[in-house]
């Protein structure tokens, strides 16, 4: 595909750092509207850390920011020089063994948000990426004694039909999330859209749990277990929420209320993960096949 203008002079992308990639599959989390405390960018971010990883390109900041909004970070480098942090896009290839995957965060950006996600899909289509997997976390009315649910969609009929996920039904205002996946779906790149939701009454609190849930899901999904551990942080956090929750008795009787609802409610309208990883991959499979 051939990239605007614009987004090429944004985008800066070295895809022969990488070389040759296993079936890779994008995955992409911007802070901001779509990322309720940080949940889906702290996966990701973990994920990379967790294994070899390389920086291969970035998007960058300029013409998508409003400063005033979203300020640069003054701070010094390693040699204690005085640099400033501008709130760039960062592309990274993270090895693993069925798919190499193409990692991109940041921001979620003021301005342009078509040039954005057309850089966004043109990079995808440089470094061979097939299909781009958006991670999303949103404030929900449920209880954080429970497992949080991860649920998907795509723009995808058959993808939707071979995994059980849901085609998007939203109508209204959206994030760049939404308006990237209508761009990727038009230039023919399978988009998927995984969200957990996040306790609407601790929404300022760490959720660990919830950047679990996505990573145990995305590890199910693409065959390999990922690298991140999240023990440490979901004990303290299921601590500090307890107690925030028993300093309220009338919070207390709300959570109790959201447990029972939780609890009557179906199980989400998707495959068990395993099952998802085995479509996923037969999906792929014939897609390298034209069938």
């Known amino acids: 595909m051939s990239a605007s203008a614009g987004a090429e002079r944004a985008l800066t992308l070295d895809a022969s750092i990488a070389g040759d990639l296993h079936s890779p599959v994008m995955l992409l989390a911007l802070k901001g509207w779509f990322d309720v405390a940080g949940v889906a960018t702290t996966a990701l971010a973990r994920i990379v850390d967790g294994g070899p990883s390389l920086i291969v390109g970035e998007i960058d900041a300029d013409p998508f920011f409003d400063f005033t909004v979203e300020r640069p970070m003054a701070t010094f480098d390693e040699h204690g020089e005085r640099v400033t942090e501008w709130p760039i896009t960062t592309i990274c290839v993270s090895r693993h063994p069925s798919h190499d995957l193409v990692v991109v965060t940041g921001v979620e950006p003021h301005l342009l948000w078509?040039?954005?996600?057309?850089?966004?899909?043109?990079?995808?289509?440089?470094?061979?990426?097939?299909?781009?997997?958006?991670?999303?976390?949103?404030?929900?009315?449920?209880?954080?004694?429970?497992?949080?649910?991860?649920?998907?969609?795509?723009?995808?009929?058959?993808?939707?039909?071979?995994?059980?996920?849901?085609?998007?039904?939203?109508?209204?205002v959206t994030g760049v999330i939404g308006a990237l996946l209508v761009e990727l779906d038009a230039i023919g790149l399978t988009a998927v859209s995984l969200r957990v939701g996040v306790p609407h009454y601790l929404g300022n609190s760490n959720h660990p749990q919830a950047s679990a849930a996505l990573v145990r899901h995305l590890s199910h999904v693409l065959g390999d277990p990922l690298p991140a551990d999240f023990t440490d942080e979901i004990v303290e956090s299921d601590e500090d929420h307890a107690e925030f929750v028993a300093a309220d008795p009338d919070m207390g009787q709300y959570v109790a209320m959201l447990e029972h609802e939780f609890d009557r409610r179906a199980e989400a309208q998707i495959p068990s993960p395993d099952e998802l990883g085995r479509q996923f991959e037969q999906f792929l499979k014939d897609r390298d096949r034209g069938t």
């Open 114 to 172: 078509r040039t954005y996600s057309e850089a966004i899909a043109h990079a995808a289509d440089v470094l061979g990426c097939d299909v781009a997997v958006t991670l999303g976390a949103a404030a929900e009315a449920v209880p954080h004694t429970r497992t949080p649910r991860v649920v998907g969609s795509t723009t995808s009929d058959s993808l939707a039909a071979r995994l059980g996920l849901s085609k998007p039904t939203y109508q209204g």
